[in-house]
């Protein structure tokens, strides 16, 4: 049997979709014939998938491919044409995902009835519509199931597949940069595609000084290489014991990062997804969005949210001015406090 799974973007995403992959995995090869799972992506989301055994194809297109490589993706429509899936599953349910979905030749093309952006069109097998409050993880969750994946029976497994090369690499990287060892640190997660999202970087450096100075341990920035400069100066606010990281780590690196962290704080964004994904304890900062729709999957997180009657909008520009109150009003403060108790009896003095 050859599935293609329909998971293009974002980072976030991905990585919520990588519990329903075991899912199939272990359910499909049960069958005579085995399975072969390939998984259509674009490239920013693509290195969290690399080498990943459970996915015999990885096939990466660009954002917007038929606009940005017209030529590329007509190769891409032939080599998923070749390959004669069995199934299709639209785990997107947007209208660039059901192009693809319906451009695959695949015999049984699988996605929700409430997909968005009429992309139920490309479907000819259309799952009942999902409930937006429930969890993502679960939604696509119940996706798999339906094509044939396990239950949860065993747990919720989030295949990442962090190696030791990329583990070590990072314990390098931490080392040039002052942390040697086994010295504990955090990580922050300070940046994301919403401005409503954000937390102010006084707070994030206010937030690493105070833990700085009640714990042993350093504070590490993570980012994108665009994020360098802005990170500098809050690396700089943040004290002696802050080190950056932007621009220096793939996604999968990024998970190693995450999984040797003693906690990882975080504004909603894809890198939150991953820090959870890796076993990571997250301190997550909710405003315009659910955390019961996209939170840190898993036991053991704390979410700092507020309760007020705009939260959550949904928006990417808060009406009431340019800083989101519902994300300005969580304090510093409380954010130490919570760390404070995801920490390990004796690490804070």
């Known amino acids: 049997m050859r599935v293609l799974i329909v998971k293009l973007s974002s980072i976030g995403d991905v990585t919520q979709t990588l519990p329903a992959l075991y899912s199939l995995r272990k359910g499909l090869e049960k069958g005579p014939e085995g399975v072969e799972i390939d998984w259509l992506v674009e490239e920013p989301s693509s290195t969290l998938l690399k080498g ?34 069995d199934m299709v599953l639209d785990f997107q349910g947007l209208m660039k ?19 968005r952006e009429f992309s139920r069109l490309a479907l000819n097998e259309k799952v009942a519509p999902y409930d937006p409050d429930r969890h993502a993880v679960d939604r696509y969750l119940d996706l798999a199931r339906y094509a044939g994946g396990v239950g949860r029976a065993g747990g919720v497994v989030f295949p990442l597949n962090i190696t030791e090369e990329e583990t070590e690499r990072v314990r390098e990287l931490l080392r040039k940069k002052g942390i040697e060892g086994d010295s504990p640190f955090f990580s922050i997660v300070s940046r994301a595609r919403w401005k409503t999202k954000l937390w102010s970087d006084s707070s ?71 820090a959870a994904a890796a076993g990571a304890k997250v301190i997550a900062l909710f405003g315009p969005t659910a955390p019961w729709r996209t939170g840190p999957y898993g036991e053991g997180h704390l979410i700092l949210r507020k309760e007020m009657d705009c939260s ?3 928006r990417r520009r808060c009406p009431h001015g340019d800083e989101a109150g519902c994300m300005s009003a969580i304090t510093v403060e409380e954010a130490i406090e919570a760390a404070g108790r995801l920490l390990s009896e004796g690490t804070f003095l």
């Open 312 to 314: 959550p909008c949904f």
């Open 52 to 85: 990943n055994p459970l996915i015999n194809n990885l096939i990466v297109v660009k954002n917007r491919g038929w606009t940005a490589d017209f030529a590329s993706s007509v190769r891409t429509v032939r080599f998923l044409r070749s390959r004669g899936y």
């Open 204 to 274: 994030f450096a206010s937030f690493a000084r105070g833990v700085v100075k009640r714990g042993k341990l350093h504070a590490v920035l993570t980012g994108k290489a665009e994020d360098r400069t802005a990170l500098e100066a809050l690396r700089a606010e943040a004290g002696d014991k802050a080190v950056n990281l932007a621009g220096e780590l793939d996604l999968k690196e990024l998970s190693a990062l995450f999984k040797l962290s003693s906690f990882v704080l975080a504004v909603d964004s894809g890198p939150m997804h991953i």
């Open 97 to 115: 995902s059901a192009l693809w979905v319906l451009l695959s030749g695949g015999k049984r093309r699988i996605g929700f009835a409430n997909g």
